[in-house]
């Protein structure tokens, strides 16, 4: 249901851009979100972005990710990625709460890489 796509290699302070389509299937989405896990490290939450278009991001990249949607459609997500650091290597992946609060199966990800 969920699809990531846009990961790749990008040097440090570069930009990339996700997109995650979802079936189309969800209903009544509460909020979308992206995650990242990085190697040898539990899955963390990155940002997310509800109904009303309220935005929140963790710490380590706010003011350099940006998260949006296909507004009333809610079936893509995206996240724009700024100024990356080579912290920011991970698999991303996006996911979505709906109306009981409950995140849907997790798709594949999509890889990205920092490296110079």
């Known amino acids: 249901q969920l699809v990531e796509s846009g990961g790749g290699l990008v040097q440090p302070g570069g930009s990339l851009g996700l997109s995650c389509a979802t079936s189309g299937s969800i209903f009544d989405v509460n909020s979308m979100g992206w995650y990242r896990q990085a190697p040898g490290e539990q899955r963390e939450w990155v940002a997310s972005i509800t109904r009303s278009n309220v935005r929140e991001y963790v710490a380590s990249v706010k003011g350099r990710f940006t998260i949006s949607t296909d507004n009333a459609k809610n079936t893509t997500v995206y996240l724009q990625m700024t100024s990356v650091k080579f912290e920011d290597t991970a698999v991303y992946y996006c996911?979505?709460?709906?109306?009981?609060?409950?995140?849907?199966?997790w798709g594949q990800g999509t890889q990205v890489t920092v490296s110079s």
């Open positions: 996911n979505v709460v709906d109306s009981s609060l409950k995140l849907q199966p």
